[in-house]
């Protein structure tokens, strides 16, 4: 296996694909990797939704203001968060949870009651900025086991979520969505970014250490 950070290095933000499919025992990787990154109290705000339907699509394309990669994925993902920590979520995490480990284990439940006073200050706003904070988490790891199997993606905050949220009827399911993901494979001949030196902040300007 690559270096991690040679992985790293080889991937970055593809422009154009190739609409080339993801086997799916790979694809089940990448959400794999999503569902096991960790989040705040282990309450995992958030659920994938994996469209590879060309015609769904090609109807979001120009919600995600036509980014090419949007239809020229072989899946795109949409990272969609809880609009609210409701009691009734909170508890269904905790009691799976206690069903699980087989265990009834007082910290369980003062986590527990905790979740819901901590959420339950909180205004749905702010409810939504932390899930999203939780799934962005998920969609590094999903991006990193992608490119450990030299699978390009795309992250893409460029979108109407209202009229996504819209389209896909998420309100019905209590989410809101966050984040798209374009996954699939670069074309080489056609994207421009492919040829770009990789810049990021020097790392004396970007890591402090305090000792």
Known sequence: MENILDLLNWRYATKRMTDEKVPDEELEIILKAAQLAPSGIGLQPYEIIV??????????????????????????????????????????????????????????????NFAKQFFGNMSLEENFHHASKQANIALGMAITAAASLKIDTTPMEGFDPVALDEFLDLHSKGLRSSMLLSVGYRDSDNDWNLKNEKVRKPMDEFVTYLS
């Open 51 to 112: 469209i590879c339907n060309p015609e769904i699509k090609k109807q979001i394309l120009p919600i995600a203001m036509n980014q090419s990669v949007t239809t020229e994925s072989s899946h795109l993902l949409v990272f969609a968060v809880w609009d609210e920590y409701t009691t009734e979520r909170i508890d269904h995490v905790f009691d799976y949870l206690i069903s699980k480990r087989n265990s009834e284990s007082t910290s369980y439940e003062r986590q527990r």
